[in-house]
């Protein structure tokens, strides 16, 4: 989100009046989202083009991982605030943090394993087990320091800096923002670079590399200013005695389930006997919103495939802008910051409420309602871009192309029919069923056979040639006489329009030719340096990426009216010393909704992808209906006014008490005394 001349003002005045201290964690903080963010913006793509794994994996553990991230938050608040408080946790958990994106730097360097220099890892397994640890300390320290860093900050003001602490949290979010933004722009472009060793490939390990710079300067710098912090000691936590009050009324309620004891009003109630009734009443009002939150999960099942499922989505697009090229993973930057910027200062610029619905939950409603939207129109691209992609053999058939380097023209007798070569001609790719396989799949559902690639090379003179071919996303296999020369070049193009240079020693040509998005190419080059026929064995990407535009404008609206929205609503129906509980269990209904996508993307193992956001679709839909009837019962609540009714009545029991030990003998004082001890 890009500041406004209002928000730069404030920012002026912060630095020009807050303490120095406040300047090494809002840098920190820019640091470590660009970090997270420049890592998570190629992840997924690392998983399906280094690794190997299908969309599904991929999916699925990107969303993983993305869950793990929003379930360590609880672990993160609970040793900051029980055990070692908030400034060790930072440090402790910052120093696992960039351990891990070192590591998965050391992933993606295919040269350790690539004994035969042919640009693929021979052990995958070593570059899996290396990035499953990464991602795991990743997830720990990303996490773990989450609840504490703005938390760390805000302890750096004290009562009277409202104004300079509000104005630290407006700097805090510019710099999540920030940071955001130009790692979801530049780790793309890192990764699109060729690099590596002995043999160049897509530069994963610069990709990830910056983000671990990132983290380690983050670290560094929040160390410099260590002995400017004020820094509180733990308090013990709030959350931990939220669950054992919940867990001795669950205890209690069930040991007095008999008739004979008399019903509560509240289950929470049987927790009196151990318990402040403050306290039991400040857990009903959070068990209260923590009961709304139940749907909430569905919307983040869909958010969060952005960086998932949309980011697959994009590979299959024409990412041509005329000068400038958009590649896949960057797609989702194009109009996140814009929207968020527009809804934000739509917002702030707005007094009349009329604008929005009055009730925040029915704000969230519409949030909802536009992520559902989103996946619609998700969902009608996809079906345009299937429409384009190429036909690939099942698991009963091959593929088979002929290229034929001979100065003659020849026939070739397939099953299917005879193929006429002219001379240096390539001849497109011929599907030819197996029966045998075929009658084999049938006996043997559960085991899928590999697809097949292959190409055959004929040589009917000698002749000199160079094979120049241009792979996308496949293998293929040669056949070729000992005697004749030829070279294969494999290229994967980042950019359309690209000029190479051929040479053997004595002669030379250039080539210039642009290649579309997604397509694959075979070229035969005779001795004289004359171009033969070519062949495009996959057709370039039609689809263009603009088509995504509305799907990430309508899911970024959709974020800021009920992200925003529900952070508003939470804060102020939560009690004063529980506002830490609504945030873990906001952050707990996005690691769930990220637990849903893993389980459709293994589980359901839905064909057609565009049926697979049309589910997506519908179920937050009807999670939204199901919403808005808990939201239409739902009564808004004053915590200050609830809590100072309870203080109210301490305080005449208190004056009460206070009047009968002024009244009282020596006899009664010495027993009120003993009372007390």
């Not at 913006?41 to 399906?48: C, G, I, R």
């Not at 960086?307 to 960057?330: C, E, H, I, K, Y």
Request: charged share 15%; glycine share 6%.
């Amino acid at each position: 989100m890009f500041p406004n001349a209002f928000l730069l003002n404030k920012i002026h005045s912060f630095f020009c009046t807050s303490i120095h201290d406040i300047f090494f964690i809002v840098v920190n903080e820019f640091c470590e989202r660009f970090s997270y963010y420049g890592m998570r913006a190629v992840l997924v793509l690392y998983f399906k083009y280094f690794l190997k794994w299908d969309d599904d994996l991929a999916t699925s553990i990107y969303h993983a991982f993305v869950a793990l991230c929003y379930l360590t938050p609880i672990l993160g608040a609970i040793v900051a605030d029980s055990w070692l408080g908030k400034f060790k946790t930072i440090i402790y958990l910052s120093i696992v943090y960039a351990i891990g994106q070192i590591v998965m730097a050391v992933s993606a360097i295919h040269d350790i394993t690539d004994t035969d220099r042919n640009g693929t890892p021979d052990n995958m397994v070593f570059h899996v087990a290396l990035s499953m640890i990464g991602l795991f300390l990743i997830a720990v320290g990303t996490g773990g320091i989450k609840p504490c860093v703005s938390a760390f900050g805000g302890d750096q003001f004290d009562a009277s800096q409202d104004k300079q602490r509000s104005t630290f949290f407006s700097v805090f979010y510019l710099c999540i923002n920030a940071g955001s933004l130009l790692s979801t722009i530049i780790t793309p472009i890192l990764r699109a670079q060729d690099c590596g060793i002995h043999s160049s490939q897509k530069c994963y390990p610069l990709a990830f590399g910056v983000p671990a710079a990132l983290m380690v300067v983050a670290l560094v710098v929040f160390i410099l200013g260590s002995g400017m912090y004020y820094k509180a000691e733990p308090q013990g936590n709030i959350m931990l005695d939220v669950c054992k009050c919940i867990g001795f009324a669950i205890k209690n309620r069930f040991k007095h389930r008999s008739k004979r004891y008399p019903k509560r009003q509240h289950w929470m109630d049987w927790a009196e006997g151990k318990y402040d009734k403050l306290l039991i009443a400040q857990i009903k009002m959070v068990l209260k919103v923590l009961f709304l939150y139940i749907p909430l999960p569905m919307f983040w099942t869909l958010f969060d495939q952005k960086g998932s499922r949309w980011t697959l989505q994009a590979t299959t697009m024409d990412g041509n802008f005329g000068a400038l090229v958009v590649q896949p993973d960057q797609m989702q930057v194009s109009t996140k910051n814009i929207t968020v910027f527009m809804f934000t200062h739509l917002e702030q610029t707005s007094n009349s409420p009329t604008c929005w619905f009055y009730r925040p939950l029915k704000r969230m409603t519409v949030g909802m309602f536009l992520a559902a939207m989103a996946f619609v129109c998700a969902a009608l691209v996809q079906i345009e871009i299937d429409k384009t992609l190429p036909t690939f053999p099942s698991g009963s058939e091959s593929q088979l192309k002929l290229l034929n380097m001979g100065s003659n023209s020849l026939t070739v007798r397939l099953p299917g029919g005879p193929v006429e070569l002219a001379a240096a001609q390539v001849c497109p790719l011929i599907s030819i069923v197996n029966t045998a396989q075929k009658k084999k799949k049938k006996k043997k559902k559960k085991k899928s056979l590999k697809k097949n690639f292959c190409s055959l090379i004929i040589f009917n003179i000698p002749i000199m040639f160079l094979i120049f071919t241009l792979i996308f996303h496949r293998k293929r296999y040669y056949l070729y006489n000992r005697f004749s020369f030829f070279l294969l070049l494999f290229f994967f193009f980042s950019t359309i329009r690209t000029v190479f240079t051929i040479q053997d020693g004595v002669q030379s040509c250039e080539y210039t030719t642009e290649f579309g998005f997604g397509s694959s190419y075979t070229f035969l080059i005779q001795s004289s340096f004359t171009f033969g026929s070519d062949v495009k064995d996959i057709q370039p990407n039609s689809v263009h990426m603009a088509l995504l535009i509305p799907q990430y404008f309508l899911i970024t609206a959709g974020e800021v009216v009920f992200s925003v929205t529900g952070l508003e609503f939470s804060y102020s129906q939560a009690p004063s010393n529980m506002k830490a509980v609504l945030q873990a269990g906001w952050l707990f209904t996005v690691a769930i909704g990220n637990f849903i996508v893993l389980i459709v993307a293994e589980v359901a193992q839905i064909p057609e992808q565009w049926a697979e956001f049309v589910l997506f679709a519908a179920l937050l839909v009807a999670v939204c209906v199901i919403f808005s009837i808990m939201a239409h019962f739902y009564t808004y609540i004053d915590p200050k006014e609830i809590e100072a009714q309870f203080q109210k009545k301490d305080d005449e029991d208190n004056k009460d008490f206070k009047d009968q030990h002024e009244k009282s003998d020596g006899c009664n004082y010495s027993f009120i005394l003993v009372f007390y001890v």
